[in-house]
Structure formats: structure tokens, C-alpha cells
């Protein structure tokens, strides 16, 4: 199910909002995490039934895992084994789906043989439900955790708001926010008693914050989608002033549609009072690859960082060590992205900028923060490229063409130029959308509402004339 359907909007939103609110005026408070776990399972369900018993599965096997890691009568040989057996099978699952035909094509393309194709479909989420349990697990038995019942792991994997596109959220962040939800009190403030006010910060931030990603998704990420897939139709005829604009409408339809995403994902979690890490912070305007990467998708850099970089060694290495950890993580973090070697390439750029900005700095040398944040963010737009071609000369092609200045009128991208225009100013001169709904002032309120009806119009609009769009981040 999409957050941008009707289906959701009049349907399952008001629905869940409802069943919700009203168990807790009825203090039926412990119907909260099986409503809520029901709900994400439905949400899921809607429209990959096929899948969800993928999911399912993974649940358990984590569940059973994490219960015997947490048992204080386990042999450290014995926990050792079943963490390793754990994470086998998570990466096995995640590797199959994942990467059974990448794997199959590029050993047909070595050997000459035809290809083989087995038609394996991606589950929706699989990446982000997967990461997620790793990282449980991992704390379990690193002995910072112990393993709660099983509706309330439950809810921790499926969580709707974040479940097929992230954020990555870590059970510190929400699992104590569930346990709330069974007692008696005000969330985050601690009173004895739930009143229908206690909720109201959480529905006006809320409110604010879905409507401010749905507009960003409609007005902006899909309207540049569709100047995008016209361009890369058309990469060897394009000129260059064309595939510059092309180029930059990709990023700023990317940035529009995820970051429209994680508005709309931590918007409808505070309607069900629960807080989910924000994903972003104005990643376009970093002044070095390492800023963008702690402002781009924070809660996957948080997540690498911990459960990839530090594992392998991190800063407490060998200078040669430290280069190869950050290189090797940004790899396999291109990996994640998708079965294809355009993002293994997108990824090894961010590595081998990552170690360069590391020993650019390391010698004490810095730009200028207007230079610093200009080269950052043409080297995050070149490298788009290669994560939106369909394949590596594709993506060679419209780079080649963006190095060949000439003289010329755009002619395919032109009607692009306001909504790029548009990004721009939202990009870099307005406040981001978590300041927004965190500002403290009396017309706070007022201007959710005027948020909420603009989007409710706009969405409306859409989804009864066009077909809506998926966010990009679900194809990861």
C-alpha cells in the first residue's frame, strides 16, 4: 500500500487512527500494539500478499534467534553459533532474493553461455526489515538487550510507517515508545493518566509533516519523474545543455521523492504518538561527501557505520586499514542499493570521495564553505547518474555528453526549468521540513491545518486522474 492512495488516505489511515484512539479514550491500552501489529501486517499485505509470508518467516526465525541469544544459561560457544547461524540466514534470505539473477547474468556473460533467469521477485522492504534485524540481533549479542514478547518484536519489524522504505529504525528508538503504549501514561512525559491532550503536539506535528511529504511527492518528485524516464529514453540524442538539466532533475526528483518519504513515514508515526528518527537534514547543502553522508539517509549511514565500518575496524587501524574500511563500506553500501553494477560503481565513487575528503582534510586543507558545498553537491548530482541508468554505458553516455560543453538551446528538458527552479529555492533558501514542524509559535497550528488541506486537494487531485507513482526507495 502507498501512503499517496486513496486506499490509504480514506481508507486504512482513518481506520487505524480510529481503532487506535478510540482503545486508548477506553483505556483498552493493551489492544494498542496488536492493533497497530494488525495493522502493519494488513498494510504489507494490501498489495504483495505473495511476499508476506517472507516477512513472516523472517520474523520468527529472528525471534527464535533472539531469545535464545538473550537466555543468561547460553554457552558463549552456543551463542556464538546461533548469532552466526542468525545472520546467515538473514544475509542468505536478502542475498537470494536479492542477488540470485545478478549473480546468474554476470557468471552467463563470463563463461558465454545464455542467461539464466529464474524470475525471482524482490519482496518489498526485504532490505530495510533485514538490516533491521541484523542490528538487533547483533546488540543481543553484544549483550545490550533483552528480548521482549513476541507482539511487540512483531511491531519493531513491521512498523508501517518505515517498514518498505525505511527509516532503518533501531529497537532503542522505538521498542521502549511500544512498551508505553500498554500503560497508563502521557507519551514521552510520564503522567498517570492519558488525556485527549496529551496527544495533540504529536497530531499537529504530525499532520504537518505528512502533508509537507505528500506535497513534495506529488508536486515535485513526480512531476520531474516524468521529464526523467522522457530523458533517459533519449540519452544519445541529448545535448548538452539537456543532460545537464536531466542530470539535475534526477536529483532533485530523488531528493523530493525520499525525502517526501521519510516526511510522510515520521508524520503518521506521531499521529500514533510514536517517534521515528528523521532520514534527512538538508543533504544538498553539505559542504563535504562525509556532511552529505551524515544528512542523506542518516539512519542507513548510522547503520553502516556501527554494523559495517566499526565491525571491520574503523579509525582504530592502520592508515591503509581505515581507507579500506571506508571504501569498502561505501561499496557494499552501493550494493545494498540494488543487483546491478551501476550501483556498485555509485557506490565505490562515494568510497573513494569519502577517503579523499578524509585525506584532504587530514593534511589540513579546506574550500571556502559556498565552493565546499558547490563541488560536494555536483559530485552527489554526477554521481546520480549512475544510480537512475539502467546501465553502466548509459550512464557513460550521459556523463561523456555533460563533459562536451557546446553551444545550445535545451530542447527536450526545457519545461523543466521552473520545477528544477522551484527545487532549488526549497533546497537551499527555505528551512527543511522537521524545522518547520518543530517551529513554536502561535500560528504553528494554523499552518498544519493549511498544509494538511493544501496536500488533502493535491492528493485528491492526483490519485483521481493519474496512476501514482511508488516511491523510489521501494525498488531498494
Known sequence: MLFVTREFLLGFLPIVLGAFYLASMLDFRKF?????????????AWGNPAQTPILIVSILVNYAAGRALAHPDLAPARRKVVFVAALLFDLGLLAFFKYTNFILENLAELFGSAPLHLGIALPLGISFYTFTQIAFLADIYAGGHRQRDLASYGLFVTYFPHLVAGPIIHWRDVMPQFARLGRKQEPGVGQTELKATAYAPFLVDGACLFSIGLLKKLLIADQLGVFVDLGYKAVPSLGFADAWLLSLAYTFQLYFDFSGYADMAVGVSLLLGIRIPFN?????????IQDFWRRWHITLSRWLRDYLYIPLGGNRASSAAVYRNLFVTFLLGGLWHGAAWTFVMWGALHGAA???HKAWSGAGLALPKPVAVAVTFLFVNMTWVYFRAPDIATAHALLRTMASPHLGAPGLMYAACPLLLLGAVIVWLCPNSQTIAAMQWNGRIALSGAFAGAASIVALIATNTSMSSPFIYFNF
Open 32 to 44: 494498542l500494539v496488536p492493533i497497530l501489529l494488525l495493522a502493519s501486517i494488513v498494510f504489507y
Open 280 to 288: 534527512f537534514n538538508s543533504p544538498y547543502r553539505a559542504d563535504s
Open 354 to 356: 569519502t577517503c579523499i
